[in-house]
């Protein structure tokens, strides 16, 4: 054979490794993670699981659970909401959203009707967040109008304040905005579309 | 800003491969590790419209000369980046290929010019910063360097042996 041109060379040398690095990328990157954890960089850990309401996306800060997306929301835009409203240290992690994937778990099952896990509300203020407090005592199969929660909330004629609460709430599920309906007892507009809605207050009632 | 778990996706292998042509695929595994856990740190800081794969092969490049360092256990060394990087003893282990275990056996500034030129795909300017030398020096090197790896693999036993053209 012939001596090898240079742009053979340099073809061989770009090619990914025979086998390719896929495994070994897998495991660097789980150390990674880790490792970051551990020297404090792991500003927000995220990862997705399967529901019976679709694609959920987790993630949590070192305080809490901080954000739960259906796919409706678009996950990777998600994502960069988080870049900028809390930290770009974001990698995917087990930390702080394996515990919370394992309730959701539950909770689908209905095996699970309280959820025991730290959440962070930072991405909620002022008024918002007075009301997402409240939701979190609302129980399993009850449900509250805007009117109701507005009130509980401190600020009875805040009603479309209280609605814009939920619908921007962000840990949807562990945080149970869909326990709040209208008055008139329809269920109203939901982050993850109404008939995700419909199907939790569904299974939590039982039916 | 982007998330850094897409910086990691889109960045990783190349940095992977980098980090095995300059240290073996042993020490590959740390120096990979280190790149990321430092730019992790400082991404936040990052100048936004910055070239990321060139700041993450800056910071490989670093990162294998401080192992280079810690495995000859020898003193600072004196001279430019490049004089850091050791002969070949004990140098990357060939990987899986023939043109591996060629890279591994070039001189330092050849090797490093190729792996940054071609492996990293940084202009000759960001490699000349690298090494510490004009770019058409840093142009230079990574020529001779493909040159060699030419003649190292054109003189194989794997295939007849040819004249040395130099």
């Not at chain 1, 709430?169 to 709040?180: A, D, G, Q, S, T």
Request: glycine share 8%.
């Amino acid at each position: 054979m012939n001596i090898p041109t240079d742009r053979q060379i340099i073809d061989d040398l770009i090619a990914p490794p025979p086998g390719g690095d896929a495994a070994a990328l897998a495991r660097l990157r789980a150390r990674l993670a880790e490792e970051a954890d551990a020297e404090g960089l792991l500003d927000v850990a995220y990862r997705t699981m399967d529901s019976p309401v679709g694609p959920l996306l987790l993630a949590a800060t070192p305080a809490g659970l901080v954000r739960v997306a259906f796919e409706l929301e678009n996950h990777d835009e998600v994502l960069v909401e988080l870049s900028t409203a809390i930290s770009p240290r974001i990698l995917r992690s087990p930390r702080g959203v394996d515990d919370v994937a394992r309730q959701l778990d539950e909770y689908f099952a209905g095996r699970r009707r309280a959820f025991e896990l730290p959440v962070d509300l930072q991405l909620a203020k002022g008024f918002r967040r007075v009301v997402l407090e409240h939701l979190r005592e609302i129980p399993y199969g009850a449900t509250e109008s805007y009117t109701v929660v507005a009130r509980s909330a401190g600020n009875p004629k805040a009603v479309r304040a209280a609605g814009s609460a939920c619908a921007t709430n962000p840990i949807p599920l562990v945080v149970p905005c869909h326990r709040v309906v209208r008055s008139d007892g329809t269920y109203g507009q939901y982050r993850g579309g109404p008939a995700v809605k419909h199907a939790l207050l569904t299974m939590e009632a039982g039916r | 800003m982007q998330p850094f778990e897409e910086i990691v996706v889109e960045h990783g292998p190349v940095v992977m491969r980098v980090c095995r042509a300059l240290l073996g695929p042993v020490d590959a595994d740390d120096a990979w590790s280190e790149t990321f856990l430092a730019a992790l740190r400082a991404y936040p800081d990052l100048r936004p419209g910055s070239n990321v794969a060139g700041w993450l092969v800056t910071i490989a490049h670093r990162k294998a000369i401080d192992q280079i360092r810690a495995r000859s256990r020898a003193p600072e060394p004196a001279g430019g980046l490049s004089e850091a990087l050791p002969g070949n003893e004990p140098g990357p282990e060939p990987e899986d290929t023939e043109l591996h275990g060629a890279v591994a056996a070039l001189p330092n500034k050849a090797r490093l010019a190729v792996v940054y030129r071609y492996l990293a795909d940084l202009s000759y300017a960001e490699v000349g910063a690298l090494l510490e030398c004009s770019q058409a020096a840093a142009r230079r090197n990574a020529a001779d360097g493909i040159a060699r790896l030419r003649r190292h693999l054109g003189a194989s036993p794997a295939s007849p042996k040819q004249k040395d053209e130099s």
